[in-house]
């Protein structure tokens, strides 16, 4: 499967951002997916996860109560809500998907993702 993220840009610190990802399969249902993200000499890290019914999230600390994120399966895609944002959100955004035939099933290492996006930057200026 591919997938194409969008959504990223230049946005003031308490700001707001929408991203998406459009998967091309055909049984994106049965997908498991995340968001994750890597700022300039870090290592990339786990932001949320969504199962493949979208009833189950799972969210980083570091995220929790600002983002969200949500699936469309009738549309094969992935948003992540960005809010309250902060300069250290400044990160390239990847999505990723994993084929998950379990519900509630939302993986948070980068190693249980078998197919990535191409990432789209945002940037949080203070």
């Known amino acids: 499967v591919q997938l194409q993220a969008s959504g990223g840009g230049l946005v003031q610190t308490g700001g707001s951002l929408g991203l998406s990802c459009a998967a091309s399969?055909?049984?994106?249902?049965?997908?498991?997916l995340g968001w994750f993200r890597q700022a300039p000499g870090q290592e990339r890290e786990f932001v949320a996860a969504?199962?493949?019914?979208?009833?189950?999230?799972a969210y980083a600390d570091s995220v929790k109560g600002r983002f969200t994120i949500s699936r469309d399966n009738a549309k094969n895609t992935v948003h992540l809500q960005l809010n309250s944002l902060k300069p250290e959100d400044t990160a390239v955004y990847y999505c990723?998907?994993?084929?998950?035939?379990?519900?509630?099933?939302?993986?948070?290492?980068?190693?249980?993702?078998?197919?990535w996006g191409q990432g789209t930057l945002v940037t949080v200026s203070s």
């Open positions: 399969t055909r049984i994106f249902s049965n997908y498991a």
């Open positions: 990723a998907s994993v084929l998950g035939s379990e519900y509630y099933y939302t993986p948070r290492q980068s190693f249980e993702y078998e197919n």
């Open positions: 969504i199962d493949r019914s979208g009833a189950t999230t």
